[in-house]
Nanobody, 125 residues
Framework: QVQLAESGGGSVQAGGSLRLSCAAS????????MGWFRQAPGKEREGVAT???????SYADSVKGRSTISKDSAKNTLYLQMNSLKTEDSAVYYC???????????????????WGQGTQVAVSS
């Protein structure tokens, strides 16, 4: 059984930066995708960034150039560095694991079997 625990959310002014972390426990799989997703109040959950087991990344257009997803396989930890934050980035951010896939499109969530509890990001103007 895999457990995911996010941390690093908080309140920041527009233009600031945050680094989210997601600690994973358990076996992730031989080929897997990990991703960051977010859900703002009244909106559907959407993909932010994904990374494959070999490090191939994919980003939503809304964060491309401002955010970097990375992972430390030795620590089983996923990161999301977010810079130049905008008010529209405010949301609950979730990390998730798809333990089977090797291709990780950012807008596809159906294969993600494991989810963290989420961490709140609030960006003020």
């Amino acid at each position: 059984q895999v457990q995911l625990a996010e941390s690093g959310g908080g309140s920041v002014q527009a233009g600031g930066s945050l680094r989210l972390s997601c600690a994973a426990s358990g076996y992730l799989g031989n080929t897997y995708c990990m991703g960051w997703f977010r859900q703002a109040p009244g909106k559907e959950r959407e993909g932010v960034a994904t990374i494959s087991w070999v490090g191939i990344t994919s980003y939503a257009d809304s964060v491309k150039g401002r955010s970097t997803i990375s992972k430390d396989s030795a620590k089983n930890t996923l990161y999301l560095q977010m810079n130049s934050l905008k008010t529209e980035d405010s949301a609950v951010y979730y990390c998730a694991l798809d333990p089977w896939s090797s291709v990780c499109p950012v807008h596809s969530m159906s294969a993600y079997q494991y989810w963290g509890q989420g961490t709140q990001v609030a960006v003020s103007s």
